[in-house]
């Protein structure tokens, strides 16, 4: 069997799906043997090439994850929704409970206008937050899920595993199965 490709791609989430990813430990090699990372948090790859997977945490919360989740869909044969805030925007659609100025606001313009320098990173024109922040099925086809907050690293080798070696992994049974 030929080796796979494999991205991991980090949108509007806080990376503790990606911290989790690592807490596989040394299972990465078992990974590693059967797939090479191509982009990703953890390696240098900046490029999307076509892949057999993708590993996507986060939702969408801007324009540029709405134009990045539709490349990524393109280029991944399987895209699978990486923990709750990729499936059901989770933490990060909390501010949907809120206007979108004032958590704009609240999150870039008020917070570092009082600090020592003055400077405003966060200025509007280089980031156009979306009014609501949704899950990547409400904008592409979602192939798989793995839920959790974040997922444990047991079910994320699980499922990398099993469609590492064209299986269709079964959730149900990931939570029985012991690794390491
Ligand atoms: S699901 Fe939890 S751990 Fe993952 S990005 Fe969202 S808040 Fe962070």
């Known amino acids: 069997m030929s080796k796979k490709k494999l991205a991991t791609v980090w949108l509007g989430g806080c990376s503790g799906c990606h911290m989790s990813l690592l807490d596989i430990d040394e299972r990465i090699l078992d990974v590693a043997k059967l797939a090479d ?3 990703s948090p953890i390696v ?4 999307m090439p076509e892949v057999d997977i993708a590993l996507v945490e986060g939702s969408i919360t801007s324009d540029e994850h709405y134009r990045e989740i539709l490349h990524i869909r393109k280029k991944a044969k399987t895209l699978i929704a990486f923990g709750d805030c990729a499936v059901m925007t989770n933490v990060t659609g909390m501010r949907n409970y809120f206007p979108l100025k004032e958590v704009f606001d609240a999150a870039y313009v008020n917070a570092v206008s ?3 320098e003055g400077q405003v990173p966060g200025h509007p024109s280089l980031l156009k937050l979306n009014d609501k922040v949704v899950p990547l099925q409400e904008v592409v086809n979602v192939d798989f899920v793995i839920p959790g907050c ?3 690293a047991d079910t994320i080798f699980y499922v990398l595993f099993e469609f590492l070696n064209d299986r269709l992994p079964d959730l149900g049974k990931a939570k029985k199965l012991k690794y390491g």
Not at 44 to 47: F, L, V
């Open 150 to 152: 974040p997922p444990n």
């Open 44 to 47: 240098d790859g900046k490029e």
């Open 37 to 39: 990372i191509v982009k």
């Open 114 to 116: 009082n600090d020592a």
